[in-house]
């Protein structure tokens, strides 16, 4: 099973529309989740950490399930501007059982359209 | 913002040739790494340094790869003898600490190709 999995997309959705994006992680014992946002040929940048309770940033809300080991981000009110490639990133975990590195699913592409 | 800055931004080379990537990670971080990513595919675990050595390496980072911290700023990335595969775009990053949630910080990346 692949460490971190995300549906590739594209998500091809008209300006104003919600979008959703899934992605489940294989490794239990993770601890920290991000939503990392690539635009082409650039850097990953850090959209939003994701907590246990849910966390809301604008137009974002980012959701964690530990049980089910599924991380989600619900973007409302696309803009044009939202159109790149949206990271699920999960930290790995040390033999140690500390914080390793980070892992990042292959990314969803979402393109809104005007 | 602080930045990673990495450098150049484009390196063309011959198979076989050795190249060194350079990064500039943010200054009070103590924890760096180095990603890669082949067009079209996703971001990779390279290496993590901590402390003046490695602390973790994926199965990429093959006797071909080497990191190094010569002073008090940089952070590179040495491979002694590309291959056509090893074309990609390289990134740097950098983060205070490996604590729960703790944010890394990128930098624009070096796109290396191999001829």
């Known amino acids: 099973r692949k460490e971190v999995e995300q549906d590739p997309g594209p998500f091809n959705v008209p300006e104003g529309a919600t979008v959703a994006f899934n992605c489940t992680y294989s490794?239990?014992?993770?601890?920290?989740f991000f939503w990392y946002r690539q635009d082409c040929r650039k850097e990953p940048k850090l959209l939003m950490s994701?907590?246990?309770s849910g966390n809301e940033d604008g137009r974002f809300t980012a959701q964690l399930n530990r049980a089910s080991q599924y991380i989600s981000l619900l973007i409302r009110d696309s803009k044009l501007s939202d159109s790149a490639t949206y990271l699920c990133?999960?930290?790995?975990?040390?033999?140690?059982?500390?914080?390793?590195?980070?892992?990042f699913g292959k990314g969803t592409k979402l393109s809104v359209k005007p | 913002e602080p930045e990673v800055t990495q450098t150049p931004s484009h390196q063309v080379t011959q198979m076989g040739q050795e190249v060194i990537l350079r990064c500039v990670p943010i200054?009070?971080?103590?924890?760096f790494y180095w990603y890669r990513q082949i067009l079209g595919q996703k971001v990779e675990f390279l290496v993590s340094?901590?402390?003046?050595?490695?602390?973790?390496k994926s199965e990429i980072f093959d006797d071909q790869f080497s990191v190094e911290r010569p002073d008090g700023s940089n952070f590179t990335l040495k491979i002694r003898s590309t291959k056509l595969e090893d074309s990609a775009m390289y990134f740097c990053?950098?983060?205070?600490?490996?604590?729960?949630?703790?944010?890394?910080?990128f930098g624009s990346g070096t796109q290396l190709s191999v001829l």
């Open positions: 490794n239990s014992a993770s601890q920290s």
């Open positions: 994701v907590y246990s």
């Open positions: 200054s009070n971080h103590l924890y």
């Open positions: 990133v999960v930290n790995s975990m040390n033999y140690g059982g500390s914080q390793g590195n980070l892992i």
């Open positions: 340094f901590y402390n003046n050595e490695i602390s973790e």
């Open positions: 990053a950098s983060r205070f600490s490996q604590s729960m949630g703790e944010k890394l910080f």
